[in-house]
């Protein structure tokens, strides 16, 4: 099993993007990336702490490969606005991929040139992993234990469209 922890907006958003793949053995939304020594909802979306709304996805290389997670990553939220992801505003939403391992890098350089080599003007930034805070319960698995929650409904469903459409073949169902 292998460790990787994305940021790409609103963490509701992204964990249910990933939970969808196969491979995936667990995602966890929390915090990462902030100056504070500690991390809670409230104080993150206030952008008191500097940290970024993350999952920490722990998934199986042989059933899905890292440069695959990655694809999925920046193909369902946009790595070219800085600081946004549609209305979510603030550093807390910043586009940002969080290495567990040094072997990880390569990958994730070569992802992202790919697509810089395309025109896309990624701004999604680069790190090795550093303190993760796991985030509330209320807010694990948190679309699927709300499904009618109204943000949810306008937010999530065009992200899992993109991963129909391109990644069909690694999704559960």
Same mark, same amino acid.
């Given at each position: 099993?292998?460790?990787?922890?994305? $940021? %790409?907006?609103?963490?509701?958003?992204?964990?249910?993007?990933?939970?969808? *793949?196969? $491979?995936?053995?667990?995602?966890?939304?929390?915090?990462? %990336?902030?100056?504070?020594?500690?991390?809670?909802?409230?104080?993150?979306? %206030? %952008? &008191?702490?500097?940290?970024?709304?993350?999952? +920490?996805?722990?998934?199986?290389?042989?059933?899905?490969? *890292?440069?695959?997670?990655? &694809?999925?990553?920046?193909?369902?939220?946009?790595?070219?606005?800085?600081?946004?992801?549609?209305?979510?505003?603030?550093?807390?939403?910043?586009?940002?991929?969080?290495?567990?391992?040094?072997?990880?890098?390569?990958? =994730?350089?070569?992802? =992202?040139?790919?697509?810089?080599?395309? $025109?896309?003007?990624?701004?999604?930034?680069?790190?090795?992993?550093?303190?993760?805070?796991? /985030?509330?319960?209320?807010?694990?698995?948190?679309? +699927?234990?709300?499904?009618?929650? /109204?943000?949810?409904?306008? /937010? =999530?469903?065009?992200?899992? /469209?993109?991963?129909?459409?391109?990644?069909?073949?690694?999704?559960?169902?």
């Amino acid at each position: 099993m292998q460790n990787i922890i994305l $940021g %790409g907006g609103c963490f509701w958003c992204t964990e249910s993007v990933f939970l969808s *793949l196969k $491979g995936v053995q667990s995602v966890v939304s929390g915090y990462m %990336g902030g100056e504070a020594t500690t991390a809670n909802y409230q104080a993150v979306c %206030g %952008g &008191d702490t500097g940290h970024v709304e993350v999952i +920490n996805i722990t998934f199986d290389e042989s059933i899905l490969p *890292l440069e695959v997670l990655l &694809d999925v990553f920046f193909g369902t939220h946009d790595p070219t606005t800085k600081d946004r992801q549609g209305n979510d505003v603030g550093s807390q939403y910043r586009s940002v991929v969080f290495y567990t391992n040094e072997a990880q890098k390569p990958t =994730i350089d070569r992802t =992202i040139n790919k697509l810089r080599d395309m $025109g896309v003007n990624i701004v999604t930034e680069v790190h090795p992993a550093v303190e993760f805070y796991q /985030a509330e319960e209320v807010h694990q698995d948190f679309f +699927n234990r709300n499904p009618t929650q /109204a943000y949810c409904n306008f /937010a =999530i469903p065009p992200k899992l /469209a993109k991963l129909r459409k391109s990644f069909s073949q690694y999704m559960t169902s």
